[in-house]
């Protein structure tokens, strides 16, 4: 009997923002941690430049470093959802430029049957999002984030200026726009192979 294929919804928000900082994403549960987070990348509007790291009971999922033998982090592109979550709501934290600091918390809200191949090749996608994440290379962490959104907003705000400096004054801290980030997920769709191609699934589009 052939195994019953399903989806995870998740919601992704950003530790400590405020306003919060989401996004939920549909995944199939053949999912490896590698394609979640280059789906989670292209989601929130990073742009995959820095290291990242998943933390789940306890374990550390990412890039293991090749020149550490003694490195505990396991490969992300060999587990899948569907191996560490099995459909339970387990506490999932991803960590995003370790140098920043950005650690959002994943929640599992929903695991779903699916029920086509059409369905099934429609994944990832993105129901939703609130606001704006932080630029890529920002430094400072969220405190320094949230300092500056209210900088950047408030023309009479005593940084104002020095925040334009930072970053260009068409920066909308409020600005989520769910059909570009779609168009980016579907972008990484492009890198998957075709069914008929003999890779396993949690190998593809890393």
């Keep these: 009997m052939p195994k019953i294929r399903c989806s995870y919804q998740l919601h992704i928000q950003l530790n400590e923002s405020k ?8 995944v199939a549960d053949s999912t490896s941690l590698a394609q979640l987070h280059r789906t989670i990348q292209a989601a929130m509007g990073w742009e995959n430049r820095h290291g990242y ?8 999922y990412g ?11 396991m490969d992300a592109r060999r ?10 709501a387990l506490a999932v934290r991803y960590l995003y430029d370790l140098n ?24 990832p996608i993105c129901l939703g999002g609130r606001n704006a994440c932080p630029p890529e290379n920002w430094s400072g962490g969220m405190s320094a984030f949230t300092d500056f959104v209210q ?22 801290a409020k600005l989520f726009d769910l059909p570009a980030a779609q168009a980016r997920i579907h972008a990484l769709q492009l890198l998957r192979p075709s069914t008929s191609a003999a890779v396993k699934p949690e190998t593809a589009f890393l």
């Design 151 to 172: 900088a950047i907003q408030d023309k009479q705000h005593p940084g104002h200026h020095a925040a334009l400096r930072l970053h260009p004054a068409d920066f909308d």
């Design 79 to 88: 587990y899948t959802l569907s191996q560490l979550l099995q459909g339970q």
């Design 53 to 60: 790291a998943f933390e789940i009971a306890g374990q550390r």
């Design 100 to 123: 920043a600091g950005w650690q959002l918390r994943i929640k599992l809200e929903a695991c779903t049957p699916i029920g086509s191949p059409e369905a099934l090749h429609s994944l």
């Design 63 to 73: 890039q293991p470093n090749a020149d550490l033998p003694e490195d505990p982090t």
């Design 19 to 26: 306003p919060a900082i989401w996004r939920r994403l549909v």
